[in-house]
């Protein structure tokens, strides 16, 4: 079964995005990248302004060139170099797979450095599930599992083993209440993660029912427009085409009816079953004519429609037709007959139902030495 993910580097059946929207999986990779980047510099700007707040409000530790040090050259360092080697990662990975990975872990580096410098703010920690909840749109669930455990593994490191801030030199976990407190937010870290499964799971699960409506939708349209017995389109087909080629106005098109000669004699001698054995080897005849659509009209009547086709063109494929025809093993095994042809000219603001009242007087005509192509003559 082709796989129907949203990645070429997925190797997961489904994903929310149709093969098709492949493009829409790049154009959301790329916006979550620019915007990251943009999110860094706000993040600086940010850390400036909130300089400015804590020296007013008399919190200010350190001294002016110790907060810019370390809240904002720093993290600015940090989360630049982490957005300067997403940007050399998305141009060297060719999967899209690899590409949303990248992006969703410089939002994690991001989010990391973030909560490290401003620790005091447990509910920074929400970063981390956002980050986590923005790979729902790919569908896919390694994508975020890779980034729900970085996500864990960063906001462990800063809240047990780096101390930024020079008012938790004793460490993050100082007391019940900072333990109960960390437990928490790696159990909503997880619910996060574990709900964003859950979505992923649904969206799947709608996609694969979605697929197979629009596959029964699109198998009933076909059958509207196929003969069941040649498998050539049919006139509710040929009536589509005749509206393309009017809305086109396409004067170079010439429209050919053709019939089997004597098919009448054929199933009353041989019957119905070796009757359709010849519609059906003609039908595979037309169906392979270069720059022809194929159709059956009715009966043992079949259609041809060449797109800016000359008369010579025309004629030189139809004697193909005929003589392929004529060496067939069911004309060999049976009895040896001929196919007519009657072609017409389409010109521009000619009604569908005149060209092809022209093109079955011209195959009246062929008819009277049958095995033979006429051209529809207009008498002025």
Known sequence: ????????GIRSSAGIFSPGQEALARKWIRRCYFFGAAAVCLIGLLECVFYFVVQKLGFLIGGPLTYFLKYILAPCALNAAAVAACAAFLRKVRTLWGKACAVSLMYVFVAFVTYTIHIQFPALAMIYALVI?????????????????????SKVLSDLFIVWAPYYSKGRLYDANSVLDFSVSLLVLAAVYGASLMVISFERERYRISSRLEEDRLRLYEETLTDSLTGLRNRNALRLSFDRMVRGGEEGSVFVMLDVDHFKHINDTYGHT???????????????????????????????????????LVKGRCMEVQESFRKSRVCRSHSQTTVSFGAARYEKGLAPSELVRRADKALYQAKVNRGTIKFYEHKK
């Open 1 to 8: 079964m082709k796989r129907i993910g949203p990645f070429r």
């Open 274 to 312: 070796v009757g359709d054995q010849y519609l059906q080897k003609l039908s595979d005849l037309l169906d392979a004519v270069p720059g022809a659509e194929a159709f059956r009209f009715g009966g043992d009547e079949f259609c041809l429609l060449f797109r800016e086709a000359s008369d010579d």
């Open 133 to 153: 909840f923005m790979t729902v749109i790919y569908g896919e669930w390694r994508i975020t599992t890779i980034t729900a455990s970085a996500a864990l593994v």
